[in-house]
């Protein structure tokens, strides 16, 4: 079972950044589409940012020009800098995994257990 595994999170003022990692363990020969997913109490999950196995990045709209996204092909690791942060990106924040091939199903695939961000006003 591929389990990616995520680092960072915490607690910051409005205005504040914070950056996430993560890694899917594994053979490093297999590639992942990854991305993070976010899902605050009484909201339904949301994708946050996506980057394709070539490099390209989606993001959601609450997020763009706030929050980058890259990745390390090599050993499957993702970076979410998240810069401007308001209390509203409040959520328990998840890094998720897929084959390729489905990346359009990220919000379905592998989910690391969850770190969580907090944003005071």
């Known amino acids: 079972q591929v389990v990616p595994v995520e680092s960072g999170g915490g607690s910051v003022q409005s205005g504040g950044s914070l950056r996430l990692s993560c890694t899917v363990p594994?053979?490093?020969?297999?590639?992942?589409?990854m991305g993070w997913l976010r899902q605050a109490p009484g909201h339904e999950r949301e994708l946050v940012a996506r980057i394709d196995s070539d490099g390209a990045a989606r993001y959601a709209d609450s997020v763009k020009g706030r929050f980058t996204i890259s990745q390390i092909n090599a050993n499957n690791t993702a970076f979410l800098q998240m810069n401007s942060l308001n209390p509203e990106d409040t959520a328990m924040y998840y890094c998720?995994?897929?084959?390729?091939?489905?990346?359009?199903?990220?919000?379905?695939?592998?989910r690391g257990q969850g770190t969580q961000v907090t944003v005071s006003s």
């Open positions: 594994g053979p490093t020969y297999k590639r992942y589409c």
């Open positions: 998720a995994a897929i084959e390729p091939i489905f990346c359009n199903d990220l919000l379905s695939g592998y």
